[in-house]
């Protein structure tokens, strides 16, 4: 729920959501620069891993080089480098 409150998919009947110094409580989610990235009913079944985190950057034309660095940046936090290149179907429940 917490989740789905900060990336603005569920309104909040009281209180704000601050992210850094920004009052994000009002805005739609598209306006928010926050994603999630559920564990499979919302993954594109064809993509990779890479593809389906890279597909947002996309949609919001980065170009190929900056969005591969921000996807393996992201990879590298999360610590899934090795698991990039598999689809979906491939990674577990957990």
Do not use: C, W
Not at 60 to 65: H, I, P, S, T
């Amino acid at each position: 729920t917490l989740l789905h409150a900060v990336a603005g998919l569920n309104p909040i009947d009281s209180g704000t959501i601050v992210i850094g110094d920004r009052n994000v409580t009002d805005l739609p989610a598209r306006d928010r620069d926050v994603a999630m990235v559920f564990q499979s009913y919302a993954l594109y079944p064809t993509m990779t891993v890479a593809q389906n985190i890279a597909f947002p950057l996309k949609m919001r034309g980065l170009d190929r080089r900056t969005s591969d660095e921000k996807v393996a940046g992201v990879a590298r936090l999360l610590q899934i480098e090795p698991l990039l290149a598999r689809l979906p179907r491939e990674l577990s429940g957990g």
